[in-house]
């Protein structure tokens, strides 16, 4: 890697984003989600740049499975696992009318959180504040058929007639969701306070 090279994963490049070198995509059977097809992408991270707004498609969704901290990619232990869930995620409203948490981007260690905060501008802002993953509620992970930042393109390579899963997101529980929704309204309130 050049020595100018500004970018170096796990610290000031996010393990799960996307490089612009990791521009092939291909179709797999899925094992996470049965009885589907999903999209793998080709991994070469360190190639080209990193592509902020669009999270890897098989890291992310690696990550999002087994733990793995999003800013450097090593498994995290249920004691050592946070989410930003003002940042990242939101709430979706089920069918049955429960609003509930959905994240979708694996969690970070804390240390790499804070080194997060000093390096992501939307992530020091005031309320960026990280909160541990629930232990008791690892909610459950939904595949997405919808096109994702960054997959636009891909997406209309694709074969039709069929649902194809392209991202993923980990629905949490009602406590959880709850404490998210609280935190929201604080924010909110701070904000226009
Ligand atoms: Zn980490």
């Not at 007639?161 to 959880?176: D, E, K, N, T």
Request: aromatic share 10%; charged share 20%.
């Amino acid at each position: 890697m050049p020595p100018d090279q500004p970018w170096v994963i796990g610290e000031t490049a996010p393990w799960s984003v996307a490089w612009t070198g990791e521009s092939v995509f291909g179709l797999q059977r899925s094992t996470d989600f049965p009885g589907y097809l999903e999209v793998f992408q080709e991994e070469k991270p360190g190639v080209g740049h990193p592509v902020f707004a669009a999270n890897h498609a098989s890291r992310n969704k690696r990550g999002m499975f087994a733990h793995l901290c999003h800013v450097c990619g090593e498994p995290t232990k249920s004691w050592d696992r946070w989410l930003f869930p003002l940042q990242t995620g939101g709430m979706i409203d089920l069918d049955d009318g429960q609003r509930r948490y959905g994240c979708n981007v694996p969690p970070v260690h804390k240390a790499c959180a804070e080194r997060a905060q000093r390096l992501c501008p939307h992530l020091s802002r005031l309320y960026a504040q990280p909160v541990r993953f629930p232990k008791d509620d690892e909610g459950r992970m939904v595949p997405r058929f919808d096109v994702q930042p960054g997959m636009e393109a891909l997406a209309r390579s694709l074969p039709t007639g069929q649902p194809i899963v392209l991202s993923c997101y980990r629905l949490h529980g009602p406590r959880f969701s709850k404490l998210v929704q609280k935190l929201m309204e604080s924010a909110d309130s701070a904000t226009q306070g």
